[in-house]
């Protein structure tokens, strides 16, 4: 059924830093919210691109786990960088992590993230 809304549920992902569920399935959908660089266990933010980007990537990994799928699964991403300049560091973590699968995407500045020090959000798509 298409029009049920099931939040998925991660109590080892990032907390939300808003009123938003962490992904929610929609069919045969997975939708996950931007994920930041920001640690899980510890709350911290690395200063480098490259920590950050695993970090968001390793976050919606542990959320499409949860959801009963995985990065290999990925059809979309979108990611935002604070500073474009960062784009081709950002872009060799996100290929290692995507290991040959390439999803669609799209990449944008943006002035600021919510959160002091953030400097990359990803958010995604995937199917179960």
């Known amino acids: 059924?298409?029009?049920?809304?099931?939040?998925v549920d991660v109590p080892n992902a990032p907390?939300?830093?808003?009123?938003?569920?962490s992904a929610m399935i929609v069919g045969t959908l997975v939708y996950v919210s931007g994920q930041s660089g920001?640690?899980?266990?510890?709350?911290?933010v690395a200063e480098d691109i490259e920590t950050q980007t695993a970090q968001a990537l390793d976050n919606i990994?542990?959320?499409?786990?949860?959801?009963?799928?995985?990065?290999s699964k990925v059809v979309r991403c979108g990611v935002f960088l604070?500073?474009?300049?960062e784009f081709k560091?950002?872009?060799?973590?996100?290929?290692?992590?995507?290991?040959?699968?390439?999803?669609a995407?799209?990449?944008?500045?943006?002035?600021?993230?919510?959160?002091p020090g953030l400097r990359v959000?990803?958010?995604?798509?995937?199917?179960?």
């Open 121 to 128: 959000e990803i958010d995604a798509i995937a199917s179960l």
């Open 15 to 21: 907390k939300p830093v808003g009123p938003y569920s």
């Open 61 to 71: 990994r542990t959320i499409l786990e949860a959801a009963g799928t995985s990065l």
């Open 1 to 7: 059924m298409l029009d049920m809304l099931t939040p």
């Open 38 to 44: 920001r640690d899980p266990v510890t709350d911290q």
């Open 89 to 103: 560091r950002m872009n060799t973590v996100y290929e290692r992590m995507f290991a040959g699968h390439k999803p």
């Open 82 to 85: 604070t500073d474009m300049n």
């Open 105 to 115: 995407r799209t990449t944008v500045a943006v002035s600021e993230l919510p959160g």
